[in-house]
């Protein structure tokens, strides 16, 4: 099924120089880029988007790390772009993340492990609604389509 996901380039990403890059990454496997933004993030959409940390003791080091700078939010596109995108990102912690994926090729850190990736259907629907207005989300109709799948995969 045709999917969406978000992205979170995180600041470690951005002060490291590797935005592009990563972007490239998802250009080169073949997801389409239906959204993408710089967004400075405050407590409270920080409180929402890890709600789920907000009681474990790394998470004020958390939040404070994802405001340094500005992040740059994605929705990828593609099909089972959600699982997909998730393999790609590797696992929490960039010291255990396979090599080849994105933590596991670029990070040493369980924190500042470059990007956040939708973990989920559910929560991509959610965090594309929580980072992107719906005109922010473009309509890519068959841009590439035809090179990029099957006819009978889409
Ligand atoms: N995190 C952390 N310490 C931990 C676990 C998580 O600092 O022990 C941070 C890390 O940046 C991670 C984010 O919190 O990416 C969200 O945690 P989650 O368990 O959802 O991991 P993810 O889905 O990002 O792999
Ligand atoms: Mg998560």
């Known amino acids: 099924m045709l999917e969406r996901t978000l992205v979170l380039l995180k600041p470690c990403t951005m002060e490291r120089g590797l935005m592009g890059e990563i972007i490239n990454r998802y250009e080169k496997k073949g ?19 890890y709600a789920h940390l907000v009681e474990k003791s ?7 790390s994802m405001k340094r700078t500005p992040v740059v939010a994605i929705c990828l596109e593609g099909v089972d772009a ?4 998730r393999k790609m990102t590797g696992s ?3 010291r255990n993340a396979d090599l080849g994926t994105i933590r596991g090729d670029y990070c040493m850190s369980n924190q500042q492990n470059i990007v956040h990736a939708s973990d989920s259907p559910e929560a991509a629907q959610v965090e594309l609604n929580r980072f992107f207005r719906p005109e922010e989300i473009f309509d890519l109709g068959d841009l590439n389509m035809p090179r990029l799948y099957a006819l009978d995969e889409v």
């Open 31 to 49: 997801l389409r880029i239906a959204g993408m933004k710089m967004m400075q993030l405050d407590d409270a959409i920080l409180a929402e988007h």
């Open 58 to 64: 790394f998470f004020g080091i958390l939040r404070d």
């Open 82 to 85: 959600i699982s997909v995108v």
């Open 92 to 94: 929490t912690n960039g």
